[in-house]
């Protein structure tokens, strides 16, 4: 079992940058390919960006490559993404996701991922 807790969102200007912060609790988590979806209103939730097991392998929607950076800490069952040069296309909920094992490939899908979090909104005004 793995609960996740996200914290970091908050309103923020066009431009700006914020960190998302996601706690993970369980035995898994140091094996778990962890990723980031977000909900933006009245559309699907869709993947922002996914990190292996071992930090060593990160993959991106198209939009956000170059501004957001995942990144995990297994010592503290932290994931991380820090998000710069925010655009109000960048609002919505965003979740924290694990899958437990890792084969290595990219997860960018939502039924590749075991377990959820409940989501911290991102208001990007313009």
């Known amino acids: 079992q793995v609960q996740l807790v996200e914290s970091g969102g908050g309103l923020v200007q066009a431009g700006g940058s914020l960190r998302l912060s996601c706690a993970a609790s369980?035995?898994?988590?140091?094996?778990?390919?962890m990723g980031w979806f977000r909900q933006a209103p009245g559309k699907e939730r869709e993947f922002v960006a996914t990190?292996?097991?071992?930090?060593?392998?990160?993959f991106y929607i198209n939009s956000v490559k170059g501004r957001f950076t995942i990144s995990r800490d297994n010592a503290k069952n932290l994931v991380f993404l820090q998000m710069n040069s925010l655009k109000p296309a960048d609002t919505a909920v965003y979740y924290c996701?694990?899958?437990?094992?890792?084969?290595?490939?990219?997860?960018?899908?939502?039924?590749?991922?075991?377990?959820w979090g409940q989501g911290t909104q991102v208001p990007v005004s313009s």
């Open positions: 996701a694990a899958k437990v094992s890792d084969s290595g490939r990219p997860y960018t899908t939502d039924y590749d991922y075991h377990y």
């Open positions: 369980g035995r898994t988590f140091s094996s778990s390919a």
């Open positions: 990190i292996s097991w071992s930090g060593k392998s990160t």
